[in-house]
């Protein structure tokens, strides 16, 4: 999650555990999980492949 933010993600809230965020270059994410909790592998590569999407 702070990887997003250091990128320039807003987290807009959530429902639940849930949290979105949405990047100035309409780049969209959605992650489960609590704040807290530990990113599991796919979160991790998602996260890196959405940061990419916002440097194109």
Do not use: C
């Not at 997003?4 to 780049?27: C, I, P, T």
């Amino acid at each position: 999650m702070k990887e997003l933010e250091r990128a320039g993600f807003v987290d807009r809230g959530g429902k639940g555990s849930h949290r979105n965020y949405m990047h100035s270059s309409d780049v969209i994410l959605t992650l489960s999980g609590h704040p807290g909790d530990d990113a599991k592998p796919y979160q991790i590569k998602l996260v890196k492949e959405k940061i990419k999407e916002t440097l194109t």
